[in-house]
C-alpha cells in the first residue's frame, strides 16, 4: 500500500518534480526564479511551459483547460476551454499558448464586486499564480490564478493574499538582515484543520433548509446528543472509513498532504488536517479538498455538510489556521537553543502580538459570516473577542520581560538583557486553549476562529497585512539604532508592556472573560453586521494602501459584498422557513391534529365513559403551537419584507440581524415544540435522532 501511495502521489500535478524532468534546463531554471524569487516570468519562457504542460495534461486524459480562481463568492470559478484548434483541412491540432497560460479574460460582470464593476463591463482578467502548481481535474488542467478587473482592482480572494505574502516576506527580511541573515524570500505556511459532517443522502434530500442553506433551520434535539462524547476520536463508521480512505487517494493524487483524520465531537462529525505548506497553496490545497469532499460523500450514500453550524445544539465546525512564518531553514516562531536565536524569536513574537492587538477589529471581519455567527462563543468556539494564548510557561516569560523581574521558569534565568537562553518551547509543552480565538502552539499560532466553510484568504491577507506593519516599524527603528541588542530588548520590552492586554490564558468561554475584556477594551463584535464596518475604517484602509495589499476602492467593495451577502443569506433563510413551516410543518400538525380528534370521538362514540383525556391534552398543546406558529409566520413574513425593501446595504443587513433572526427564532422554537409532539409518522422531516444516530446497514 505505501507503494502504492508514493506512486499516486502528486500524479495529477504538474508539480516541480514534473517541470524538472520534462523542461529543458535553461527554462526549468527561470522558472524556479519566478517560483522561489518572485522573478517575472518571461512570455518565450511561458511558451516553452505551456507546451509541455499540455503534452503532461494530455497524458492524464485532459482534453480542456480553465484558469482555476476565487471570485469574492470565496468558492472557486472555472471555464472551461479545449485545446482544440481546428485547421484548414476539416482536421484539428491541440494547442495551448504561453499567453493562455499566462492570462485569461473571463467574464467578470457576474460576480460580486461591490460597485468595482458596473453590470455592463463585463472583461475581467485572470493572470497565473505559477507559486501553486497546475493540476488535473475531472479531466480538465487546471492552472490557479489571481482574478483582477479591466481597470486593474483585485475582483478575487488570491491576489489581496500574495500581495500580502509579499509585503510580509519583505519586512521580514530586513530584520532577518539585522540579525546577520540574507534570506531570499519569507513565507508564510498555513495548515487548515478542516471539520465536516456527514449525514445519510436520503435524509438530506428530505429536508429543503439543508438543501438550501446548508443548515437545519427546525428540528427538536435529540435525546441523545454528543454529551457522553464518545464520538470524538471513536471508531470510524464502515461507509465513513471508505469515504475517508477514497478522499485520501485522491488528495493524494493532486498533491494534497491529507494526514490525519478521525471522528469530531458532535456526532456525524469528521476532520481532515493537512500538513502545512506556503500559505496560498495551502489554501488552493483546501478549497479543492472542500471540493473532493462534497463530491465524493454521493458515492457512498452519504452528503458533506460544510456549514458552520448544520444542527443546533451540537458542536458546529471550524477551519483551525495554523499559521507561521519560516525562511528556507528555520521557522520564525521556533525560540531555537542560542541567545540570538531567542532574540530574533521574540522580535517576531512581539510583532505577531502587537499586530493582532492593534489589528483585532480586522481580523475579526475575516471570520465574519452569517454561519459563523451561530458558533463563535458557543462551547465549541471561541468567542468573539479576540485575545492570544500563550501558554503558561511562555507567558511567564512574556511577564518577566514586562516587568524587567528574573524567568522563574525550569531555572531562573534574569531576562532584562534578552538574549539569555530561553527555554525550547515545543508542541508538547504548550497546551491548547480551545476557548482562545489565537493560540501559540510551540511554533506557530493556531487562529481557531475561522469557520468551516470559509476561504482562509481573507484571514491570512489580514494576519501577513497586520503582521508586516510592525516588522516594517521595528525595521525602520532598529536600522537607525546604533546599539542593536540593546534597541531590540527595548522594542520588545515596549512592545508587550503596551500590548499585554490582548494576552488571556484563561476560559474564552466564561462571562467574567467578556466583563475583564471590556475592561481591557477589547472589541467583542458578536455578529457579522457589527463586524464589518472595520473592513472601512480609516485606519484599517490605511494599513491595506501601505503595504499595496488593497486600495480604498478595494476594501470598500469588499465591505459592500460581505454585507449584502448577509442580508441574501438570512433572506434565503427566511423564506426557506417561510415555506416549509407554510407547506410542510402546519399541515403536518393539523393532520395529526385530525387523526387525534377523530380518534377522541371514536371513542366517545363507543362510551362516553371512555377517558380522552391524552387526545385533549395532546390537541390543547398541538392547538397552541399551531395558532402560536400561525403568528410567528405573520410576524417572520412581515420582518423579511421591511427587510427586503430596504435600498442601504448596511441598513438592509442590520434590519435583517436585528428583526428577522429573532423572528425565526421564534418560529424555529414552536415548530420545535409541536415536533416533540406531534405522531412520527406526520412529521415530514427526519428528526436529529435519525439523521445524526443512524445504523449502518
Known amino acids: 500500500m505505501a507503494a502504492n501511495v508514493m506512486e499516486i502521489y502528486g500524479s495529477k500535478v504538474f508539480n516541480e518534480h514534473v517541470m524538472k524532468e520534462r523542461l529543458p534546463s535553461a527554462t526549468y531554471k527561470s522558472l524556479k526564479d519566478t517560483l522561489h524569487k518572485g522573478a517575472p516570468l518571461d512570455i518565450e519562457v511561458a511558451n516553452v511551459v505551456a507546451s509541455v504542460m499540455k503534452r503532461w495534461a494530455m497524458e492524464q486524459g485532459a482534453t480542456h483547460f480553465t484558469h482555476w480562481f476565487q471570485p469574492l463568492t470565496g468558492a472557486t470559478s ?33 460576480f460580486p464586486s461591490g460597485g ?20 488535473v481535474k475531472d479531466d480538465v488542467l487546471c492552472i490557479p490564478t489571481a482574478f483582477a478587473s479591466y481597470t486593474g482592482e483585485a475582483l478575487d480572494k488570491k491576489t489581496p493574499l500574495l500581495r500580502s505574502m509579499k509585503a510580509l516576506s519583505d519586512q521580514a527580511r530586513r530584520i532577518l538582515k539585522l540579525f546577520g541573515k540574507n534570506v531570499d524570500y519569507v513565507s508564510t505556511t498555513v495548515g487548515p484543520e478542516q471539520e465536516y459532517f456527514l449525514i445519510r443522502k436520503e435524509d438530506y434530500e428530505t429536508r429543503q433548509d439543508l438543501i438550501l442553506t446548508g443548515r437545519t433551520l427546525f428540528g427538536a434535539p435529540a435525546a441523545k446528543g454528543q454529551e457522553l462524547e464518545e464520538h470524538y476520536f471513536g471508531t470510524i463508521r464502515p461507509r465513513v472509513s471508505a469515504f475517508m480512505k477514497e478522499l485520501d487517494d485522491v488528495l493524494w493524487e493532486l498533491g494534497i498532504p491529507a494526514k490525519t483524520k478521525h471522528n469530531e465531537v458532535a456526532p456525524c462529525q469528521h476532520e481532515l488536517a493537512p500538513i502545512f505548506d506556503t500559505t496560498n497553496v495551502a489554501i488552493d490545497h483546501n478549497l479543492l479538498t472542500m471540493e473532493m469532499m462534497q463530491k465524493l460523500a454521493p458515492k457512498y450514500g452519504l452528503v458533506c455538510l460544510l456549514h458552520e453550524k448544520p444542527f443546533e445544539g451540537v458542536n458546529g465546525s471550524g477551519k483551525h489556521n495554523n499559521w507561521s512564518m519560516s525562511t528556507s531553514k528555520e521557522n520564525l516562531l521556533d525560540p531555537g537553543d542560542t541567545p540570538m536565536e531567542n532574540l530574533q524569536f521574540l522580535v ?40 492570544i494564548f500563550m501558554g503558561e510557561e511562555l507567558e511567564a516569560v512574556i511577564d518577566a520581560i ?9 531555572v531562573k534565568v534574569k531576562m532584562d538583557l534578552g538574549v539569555d537562553v530561553l527555554p525550547k518551547f515545543s508542541k508538547d509543552t504548550t497546551d491548547r486553549n480551545r476557548t482562545s480565538p489565537f493560540a501559540f502552539t510551540g511554533n506557530k499560532f493556531e487562529f481557531r476562529m475561522p469557520g468551516s466553510h470559509e476561504n482562509l484568504s481573507d484571514a491570512n491577507t489580514i494576519l501577513n497585512t497586520a503582521v508586516a506593519k510592525e516588522l516594517k516599524g521595528y525595521a525602520d527603528e532598529l536600522e537607525a539604532s546604533d546599539d542593536f541588542p540593546d534597541s531590540v530588548i527595548a522594542l520588545v520590552k515596549r512592545t508587550i508592556r503596551d500590548h499585554r492586554r490582548v494576552i488571556f490564558n484563561g476560559d474564552g468561554y466564561s462571562h467574567e472573560w467578556e466583563l475583564e475584556a471590556e475592561r481591557r477594551g477589547l472589541p467583542n463584535k458578536k455578529y457579522t453586521p457589527a463586524a464589518l464596518p472595520a473592513l472601512i475604517d480609516p485606519k484599517n484602509i490605511a494599513l491595506m494602501e501601505e503595504f499595496g495589499v488593497m486600495t480604498r476602492v478595494e476594501m470598500e467593495s469588499r465591505y459592500e459584498v460581505e454585507m449584502e451577502h448577509y442580508a441574501k443569506i438570512i433572506n434565503i433563510e427566511a423564506l426557506t422557513m417561510l415555506e416549509m413551516a407554510r407547506k410542510q410543518l402546519l399541515p403536518a400538525i393539523n393532520r395529526y391534529m385530525s387523526e387525534l380528534a377523530n380518534t377522541a370521538a371514536t371513542k366517545l362514540a363507543v362510551s362516553e365513559s371512555l377517558s380522552v383525556r391524552s387526545e385533549t391534552k395532546t390537541l390543547a398543546q398541538l392547538s397552541k403551537d399551531a395558532d402560536e406558529m400561525s403568528d410567528a409566520i405573520d410576524a417572520l413574513a412581515a ?59
Open 78 to 110: 472555472e471555464k472551461h476551454d479545449s485545446f482544440v484548434s481546428p485547421v484548414g483541412d476539416g482536421t484539428a491540432i491541440m494547442e495551448f499558448s504561453g499567453k493562455e497560460l499566462v492570462r485569461g479574460e473571463p467574464d467578470a460582470s457576474s
Open 348 to 387: 517576531f513574537l512581539a510583532a505577531v502580538i502587537k499586530a493582532v492587538d492593534e489589528y483585532a477589529d480586522l481580523l475579526r471581519t475575516s471570520v465574519a459570516t452569517p454561519g459563523n455567527d451561530h458558533r463563535l462563543g458557543a462551547n465549541e468556539a471561541p468567542p468573539a473577542i479576540i485575545s
Open 639 to 697: 420582518a423579511q419584507q421591511e427587510a427586503q425593501k430596504l435600498g442601504d446595504m448596511t441598513a438592509k443587513a442590520n434590519t435583517f440581524h436585528d428583526k428577522v433572526l429573532p423572528c425565526m427564532e421564534t418560529l424555529r422554537a414552536v415548530a420545535d415544540d409541536a415536533e416533540t409532539v406531534c405522531g412520527e409518522e406526520y412529521w415530514p422531516l427526519p428528526s436529529y435522532s435519525k439523521m445524526l444516530h443512524y445504523v449502518e446497514n
Open 116 to 135: 468595482l464593476r458596473a453590470t455592463c463591463e463585463a472583461r475581467g482578467y485572470t493572470a497565473w499564480d505559477p507559486t501553486s502548481y497546475a493540476f
Open 402 to 410: 514586562a516587568s524587567d523581574s528574573p524567568y522563574a521558569g525550569p
